[in-house]
């Protein structure tokens, strides 16, 4: 079993910052990646950032230069530094993390969603 531990979301104004972690625990030989998704009422979920266990870094065109995804592999945690919140924002983010488990097995998992609103 791995858990994803979210954090940091919240009410922001316009050309605000927040910066959302996740920590994940549990039986984890290797994190392949780790990323964030967000979906919006009505819409389906969808990529934010990822990173990978080289340090690649892929962002969806409407976050490139805004936000920033950064991991700390010696906590199994990752950051999403986001810069000049725009109200499109606004979503639950869900962080998500991939790899491999102590018995060898494949794992893929989301955190339950952290809250983020931006106000106009």
């Known amino acids: 079993q791995v858990q994803l531990v979210e954090s940091g979301g919240g009410l922001v104004e316009t050309g605000g910052s927040l910066r959302l972690s996740c920590a994940a625990s549990g039986s984890i030989f290797s994190i392949n990646a780790m990323g964030w998704y967000c979906q919006a009422p009505g819409k389906q979920r969808e990529l934010v950032a990822v990173?990978?266990?080289?340090?690649?870094?892929t962002y969806a065109d409407s976050v490139k230069g805004r936000f920033t995804i950064s991991r700390d592999d010696a906590k199994n945690t990752v950051h999403l530094q986001m810069n000049s919140l725009k109200p499109e924002d606004t979503a639950v983010y869900c962080c998500n993390a991939r790899g491999l488990t102590m018995a060898g097995t494949e794992y893929n998992y989301w955190g339950q969603g952290t809250q983020v609103t931006v106000s106009s």
């Open positions: 990173i990978t266990s080289d340090g690649s870094t």
